[in-house]
């Protein structure tokens, strides 16, 4: 027989049942169901609501009631509808009168709003920590391989030599700006919603305080039915592990071109490989490619969130229990999508002389010509348009900028015949050269891996 029916004169359907049972996701956050009706109890004897030995047979029983349900030793029906109530008939079960006042001032609804934060505020900390991972990960890939040269793209042509370094730290901040969205997204999530109870507060004399300290929550959520309400912080948690499986996303779709024969740049360790299961040569970046997909996901579950709130009255409405699948399968992957991305970083290896290989040849250095001569006074605009004439001219020849000594390229302006022609042939020179703030040159690579490991630390 299902709970809660003193009102009415028949069972909830069997159908109606399984319909309105969440308990198998409610089970992953067991701990913080647990934790949060110890608060309560604690703090419900502290205010003279229980008695002090009531309370002590409670916080044991609860202990034994979390072994229970860890263990699988005890599985609740689902006509226990959800975590609060199966750990609350549990209780019952066993100690009998204490366990019914546990639900004086309180409701199952600020009850999940209380868990939710809490394992959110669980799962974000071990993301920052997974995150700090990624980023060192890239961090030693730029210490160990960032002098590597190469071709810089835009529109995915090749525009200036770069070293490997500037494109890894690249993908390096947008990851620790993620860390940073991760803790400012906890300051909204760690407020204390218990004692909101259904959505109005309470006669009895408790203290959200209490609760507040016991649970160690960095404040209150101040109003009763916001606290109950609110999915915001939900849906910006969503929107963050959205943005993260973005950023691993661009990463993996340059692995996966990097690794095709045609790129060869990168070899993914055999652990992050896949075979096919006709083609015997083959060696698939998995991986990369799963990390791409996933982000689909992910992405998906924001519209999600969103959606499922977009219109609801005020305050509590069982909608929000829809919520949490969402949110819970869209944290763990996005955990899980950024460990697989620091074992692929960490167990790569770079083929250092084919990223050089494809520099020769190509137009790369047209714009040190242009920048050359606009630092001797020529206008750019008309600088660009002589190196534009050069490459042209090597283009329809069907040679480089190699192929031109300072002689013939004063053809094309007279002040080049003074030009060292180091300046169109020497791509490491030209990275170097950059050496503006944030440019690709090695001096500035070393100056951004200190400023980004002092994060790590
Ligand atoms: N299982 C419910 C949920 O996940 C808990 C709150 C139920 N409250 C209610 N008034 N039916 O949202």
Known sequence: MSKLRGRFGEPTGDDMQRFSSSIEID???????????????????????????????????????????????????????????????????????????????????????????????????????????????????????????????????????????HLLLAHAWPVSRDRQRVADALTRIDLNPLGACAMAGTPHPIRRERTT?????????????????????????????????????????????????EFGFVRLSERYATGSSIMPQKRNPDAAELLRGRSARIQAGVTGLLSLCRALPMAYNRDLQETRELLFQVVSSTRESVRIATGVWNTLSFRRDRFEQELRGDFSLATEVADWLASRGVP?????????????????????????????????????????????IDPRAAAERRTSRGGTASAEIRRQIGLLRATTA
């Open 27 to 165: 089970l992953e956050m067991l701990d913080e169901d647990i934790d949060g009706t110890r608060a309560h109890v604690t703090m419900l004897a502290e205010a003279g609501m229980l008695g002090d030995d009531e309370a002590a047979r409670l916080l044991e029983g609860l202990e034994h009631v979390r072994a229970e349900l860890r263990a699988g030793s005890w599985v609740p029906g689902d006509e226990l509808e959800d975590i609060h109530m199966a750990v609350e008939a549990r209780l019952v079960e066993r100690l009998g009168e204490p366990a019914k006042k546990v639900h004086t001032a309180r409701s199952r609804n600020d009850q999940v709003a209380t868990d939710v934060r809490l394992w959110l505020r669980r799962n974000l900390q071990a993301l920052s920590d997974e995150l700090g991972e990624l980023l060192s990960a890239l961090l030693s890939r730029a210490e160990s391989d960032g002098d590597v040269l190469m071709a810089g793209y835009t529109h995915l042509q090749r525009g200036q030599p770069i070293l490997l370094g």
């Open 213 to 261: 300290e016991l649970l160690g929550f960095g404040g209150m959520v101040e109003n009763a039915m916001d606290a109950v309400a609110a999915r915001d912080h939900e849906q910006e948690v969503a929107a963050l592990c959205a943005i993260v499986a973005g950023h691993l996303s661009r990463m993996a779709e340059e692995l996966v071109l990097w690794s095709s024969t």
């Open 380 to 424: 750019f605009r008309e600088a660009h348009e002589v190196s534009g004439r050069m490459v042209r001219h090597c283009d329809e020849q069907g040679t480089d900028l190699s192929s031109l000594s300072p002689e013939a390229a004063a053809d094309f302006h007279p002040l080049l015949a003074e030009a060292d022609r180091e300046l169109w």
